[in-house]
């Protein structure tokens, strides 16, 4: 069975750092590459960053590109998503979404995780 | 590209027929997908390359479409199946990844 878990959400102050994890079983993790999608609260969904299998190749959002970092740690299966100058607007439950791909991360996705939620508030 | 999902929102009973569009404002060929999500639920892939059902996804969802306009069809509604429905494009970068606004079926 394909599982990916979200964890490392949580309240977290703007201009502060938070850093998200995707633990993943089930699959050959080092074969796919995988994303983070967002959705604000009672809103749609938003692509953030994805990274290839290898983690040689990765793409960000406009809105997220500076400020936030996707890597992988093929030996032990778990994407990262490092969130820096956190803003009011990333707000949002954080999914991780597995592509279809080795190499390209413009692909569909299909499983996807549970969530994590970011609240950035002071 | 933006994806504009129609209607916002559908009343459908169950045993009916559901039909949701999606259009793009430039064409993806058939690089074109549709999820479902339930209430504090990750998404589900129904649809993808326009067409092509995913593994265990019932033969009541049938998704068509290509270049700009894709439609998806839900077929003899039973009760699971009220939910939040997504588009997804994923053409080639950039502009690489964009999702729809969602419809939501209800009862």
């Known amino acids: 069975e394909v599982l990916l878990l979200e964890s490392g959400g949580g309240l977290v102050q703007p201009g502060r750092s938070l850093r998200l994890s995707c633990a993943t079983s089930?699959?050959?993790?080092?074969?796919?590459?995988i994303s983070w999608v967002r959705q604000a609260p009672g809103k749609g969904l938003e692509w953030v960053s994805g990274?290839?299998?290898?983690?040689?190749?990765?793409h960000y959002a406009d809105s997220v590109k500076g400020r936030f970092t996707i890597s992988r740690d093929n030996s032990e299966n778990t994407l990262y998503l490092q969130m820096d100058s956190l803003r009011a607007e990333d707000t949002a439950v954080y999914y991780c979404?597995?592509?279809?791909?080795?190499?390209?991360?413009?692909?569909?996705?299909?499983?996807w995780g549970q969530g994590t939620l970011v609240t950035v508030s002071s | 590209i933006v994806l504009t999902q129609s209607p916002v929102s559908v009343s459908v009973s169950p045993g009916e027929t559901a039909t949701l569009s999606c259009r793009a404002s430039?064409?993806?060929?058939?690089?074109f997908a549709w999820y479902q999500q339930k209430p504090g639920r990750g998404l589900r892939l129904l649809i993808y390359?326009?067409?092509t059902r995913a593994t265990g996804v019932p033969d009541r969802f049938n998704g068509s479409g290509s270049e700009t306009d894709f439609t998806l069809t839900i077929s003899s509604l039973q009760p699971e199946d009220f939910a939040v429905y997504y588009c997804?494009?994923?053409?080639?970068?950039?502009?690489?990844?964009?999702f729809g606004p969602g419809t939501k079926v209800e009862i």
């Open positions: 979404a597995k592509g279809l791909s080795f190499g390209s991360v413009i692909d569909y996705f299909d499983y």
């Open positions: 089930g699959f050959t993790f080092t074969n796919f590459a």
């Open positions: 990274i290839s299998a290898s983690g040689g190749s990765t």
């Open positions: 430039q064409s993806v060929s058939r690089n």
């Open positions: 390359g326009a067409s």
């Open positions: 997804q494009q994923y053409s080639s970068w950039p502009p690489g990844i964009t």
